[in-house]
C-alpha cells in the first residue's frame, strides 16, 4: 500500500472536495483529520473512501508524540474561517501555532506540505493583489482570521520556507458541501435558498462612491478548480511559493445574482440591503488575483467562468439536495 495523504479539514468545504477527488484519482489511503463535534458537518463523510478520521488534537498528540504515520503529502486546510471571529487567542492556536506545527513535522519527515493561506491577507487591496514575496511582508489584512493567515505566510517567508512549501490563497470559493459554514457559505449558495422561499436575491448596498450598489467586485471561484490547483501542488509539481488561487477576473456582485437566476430559470429580483456594521469598516470592495506566478509555476488550465461554475453547482448539486 502507497504512503496515506493527509488532509486537515477533511470534512469541511474545500477539504471535503478534496477528498472525492483524490477518491477519483483512485486515492484510498487518506487519513482525515478534522473536528466534527455535535455539528451536521459529519455528513460530508458519506461516499467518501478513507482509512480513519482523527480529531485536530488527537493529530497533534500523534505528531508531537513522534507516533504521527509517513505520509505523501500534508494538506493542511484545517483552520477556523470566520472572518468575524473575534477571539484573536483562538485564531492564533488553531490558524497559526498549528500550522506551524504540521510544517516543521512535514519538513522533518520529508513529507510534502501545501496549505490554506486566504485572500484575506490583502485587506482593503490597496497594495493590490501581487503574490510576490515583497508583497506579503507589507500587507494589512482588515480582520484577525486574515491576519492569523497572514502570521504564517510571514513565518514561512522569513525563514526560507517557501521554496520548500506550497501556501495557496484562496480567493471567494463557492460550490458543493459548504452547507455547513453558516453564515460563511457564499453567496451562491444563501441566494439559492433565497430565491426558493422569497423569489428575491438580496445584496448589501454600496458605502464608497466609486461603486454602485451591488456593483462591488470578487475573484470567484469554483470549488472544482481550487481543489485541482491543491493537488497540482500537492501531487504533481514539486516548485514551492505562495500562490494566489484565484481565477484572475473580477466579477461584480450583480453578475453572480444574474447567474444564479439564469441557473434557476428565473427573472432577476435584485434587492439592496444595509450593510452589517460589524463589516463596514473591514469589507473588501473589489479582490482580483493576480495570476501571473500560479501560471509561471507551471498551473495553466482556464478556470470555470462564473456563470459556467454557478450553473454546475446549481444543477449538478443544489437542485438534488433541495
Known amino acids: 500500500m502507497s504512503l496515506p495523504i493527509i488532509v486537515t479539514g477533511a470534512a469541511g468545504f474545500i477539504g ?43 493529530f497533534l498528540e500523534l505528531v508531537q508524540s513522534g507516533k504521527a504515520p509517513a505520509a505523501l503529502a500534508c494538506i493542511h486546510l484545517g483552520a477556523c474561517s470566520a472572518t468575524t471571529e473575534l477571539d484573536a487567542d483562538y485564531l492564533l492556536e488553531n490558524n497559526y501555532r498549528y500550522t506551524r506545527i504540521l510544517c516543521e513535522w512535514s519538513l522533518a ?16 487591496g490597496a497594495l493590490g493583489y501581487s503574490d510576490d ?7 494589512v489584512p482588515l480582520n484577525m482570521y486574515g491576519y492569523s493567515k497572514h502570521m504564517f505566510d510571514l513565518w514561512a517567508l522569513r525563514h526560507g520556507l517557501l521554496d520548500k512549501i506550497v501556501g495557496l490563497k484562496y480567493f471567494n470559493v463557492y460550490g458543493p458541501y459548504e452547507d455547513h459554514k453558516g453564515d460563511m457559505r ?3 449558495q444563501k441566494a439559492y435558498h433565497q430565491v426558493k422561499m422569497r423569489g428575491y436575491i438580496e ?9 454602485k450598489d451591488g456593483e462591488q467586485k470578487r475573484d470567484f471561484v469554483y470549488v472544482r478548480d481550487a481543489v485541482d490547483v491543491t493537488l497540482h501542488f500537492a501531487l504533481e509539481s ?9 481565477a484572475g477576473q473580477a466579477r461584480r456582485w450583480i453578475d453572480l445574482a444574474n447567474a444564479l437566476f439564469a441557473a434557476m430559470d428565473r427573472k432577476p429580483d435584485i434587492r439592496f440591503i444595509e450593510m452589517p456594521e460589524v463589516l463596514k469598516g473591514k469589507y473588501q470592495y473589489f479582490t482580483q488575483a493576480d495570476a501571473a506566478k500560479l501560471q509561471k509555476a ?18 449538478s448539486y443544489l437542485e438534488k439536495i433541495g
Open 16 to 58: 471535503r472536495n478534496v477528498v472525492s477527488e483524490l477518491n477519483r484519482r483512485g486515492h484510498e489511503n487518506l487519513l482525515l483529520v478534522d473536528y466534527l463535534g455535535a455539528s451536521e458537518k459529519w455528513k460530508n463523510l458519506r461516499g467518501l473512501s478513507y482509512e480513519d478520521v482523527l480529531s485536530p488534537k488527537q
Open 109 to 124: 519527515k520529508k513529507i510534502r506540505f501545501v496549505y490554506a493561506s486566504s485572500a484575506a491577507t490583502y485587506g482593503d
Open 133 to 139: 514575496d515583497d508583497v506579503t511582508e507589507k500587507l
Open 186 to 188: 457564499s453567496l451562491v
Open 203 to 211: 445584496l448589501f448596498k454600496s458605502y464608497r462612491p466609486d461603486f
Open 238 to 246: 514539486k516548485k514551492g511559493g505562495l500562490f494566489n488561487c484565484g
Open 298 to 315: 507551471g498551473y495553466d488550465k482556464p478556470f470555470a467562468s462564473l456563470e459556467e461554475g454557478v450553473r454546475d453547482y446549481v444543477k
